[in-house]
């Protein structure tokens, strides 16, 4: 059974970090792209980033761009997304997501298999 575990959510205050992990469980990972998608309260879910399977090409949503850092650890089958100078605005549950095309998309469409989310709270 393929399952993707997200970790790393909590609470914090604003302009504080936080790093999120993603585990992928029951097979390699390494030759999908990866991402990173958030729904906040009453909100669509939305992209945050993504990374090329090599972990060469990485994208961001223009609101977390110099603020979010993606990453991943082939030889763990994981990925991380490093959250620095949080705001208010993203406080949401973050979803991590495996698309199994080599090529980078953002749209959730595109995305094969899915965790079940890790909340993070920014308090103001």
């Known amino acids: 059974q393929v399952q993707l575990v997200e970790s790393g959510g909590g609470l914090v205050q604003t302009g504080g970090s936080l790093r999120l992990s993603c585990a992928a469980l029951?097979?390699?990972?390494?030759?999908?792209?990866m991402g990173w998608f958030r729904q906040a309260p009453g909100k669509e879910r939305e992209f945050v980033a993504a990374?090329?399977?090599?972990?060469?090409?990485?994208y961001y949503s223009d609101s977390v761009t110099g603020r979010f850092t993606i990453s991943r650890d082939h030889a763990k089958n994981t990925m991380s997304l490093q959250m620095n100078s949080l705001k208010p605005e993203d406080t949401a549950v973050y979803y991590c997501?495996?698309?199994?095309?080599?090529?980078?998309?953002?749209?959730?469409?595109?995305?094969?298999?899915w965790g079940q989310g890790t909340q993070v709270t920014v308090s103001s």
């Open positions: 997501a495996a698309d199994r095309s080599l090529a980078v998309r953002t749209t959730q469409a595109s995305y094969d298999y």
């Open positions: 029951g097979r390699s990972f390494s030759r999908y792209t």
């Open positions: 990374i090329s399977w090599s972990g060469g090409s990485t």
